[in-house]
């Protein structure tokens, strides 16, 4: 059965990677600042930067996925675009910044670092060419009735939070305002 890229699936696809990314967060932190973060905007265990990106990942390369060149280049570009536009939406909003590479070489205003796009970009491969079939495999095997029950369950969990994470941050900002936005987590060693 081909795999359709509905409502649905694509809730599925932005859960699902949305937890995989914070666990990788939360690996990553453990590892380079030797400390337990919750890297993520929200309370849940969800790093919604990848759950959107790889939803619209899913979507624009489902015909390109034996393409490792493509998707090289996706990985690199695509993820490097996001993650500075979402660093800067995030500091402007908030006065606060989720992550910081200027300590790096060859990154841009701290948000996005030459290391890590190689790394999305062979990241891309790997979960692209490998990985998701096999998550669109598994949604596919779920009955849709399922399917809609655990979307409209996410969603709501996924809205409140938002809601709740937004005001967090806002109350955040308003005892932190002047300066250089603030940077919340310790940064890599």
């Known amino acids: 059965m081909p795999f359709e890229y509905g409502l649905y699936e ?11 990314g914070w666990i990788i967060e939360v ?35 489902s015909s390109v996925r034996n393409s490792f060149l493509i998707l090289f280049f996706f990985g690199v570009v695509f993820c490097s675009v996001i993650e500075y536009i979402v660093g800067g939406i995030l500091e402007k909003l908030f006065h606060s910044k989720w992550w910081d590479y200027s300590h790096m070489r060859f990154n841009i205003k701290g948000r996005v670092c030459l290391r890590n796009a190689v790394l999305f970009g062979f990241g891309a491969i790997l979960v692209f060419h490998f990985v ?12 849709m009735g399922i399917r809609m029950g655990i979307s409209a369950i996410f969603g709501i ?24 936005p603030r940077l919340l987590f310790k940064a890599h060693r």
Not at 132 to 141: A, L, S, T, Y
Request: proline share 5%; aromatic share 12%.
């Open 157 to 180: 969990a996924f809205a409140v939070d938002m809601f709740l994470s937004a005001r967090r941050a806002l109350a955040y900002r308003k005892n932190h305002e002047g300066g250089e």
């Open 27 to 61: 690996i990553d932190m453990r590892i380079e600042a030797g400390e337990f973060q919750n890297r993520g905007f929200l309370h849940m265990p969800l790093c919604p930067i990848y759950g959107a990106g790889m939803a619209a990942g899913t979507m624009a390369l």
């Open 10 to 20: 694509l809730t599925l696809i932005f859960f699902f990677w949305g937890v995989v």
């Open 132 to 143: 998701q079939p096999v998550v669109e495999e598994v949604i596919v095997r779920i009955p």
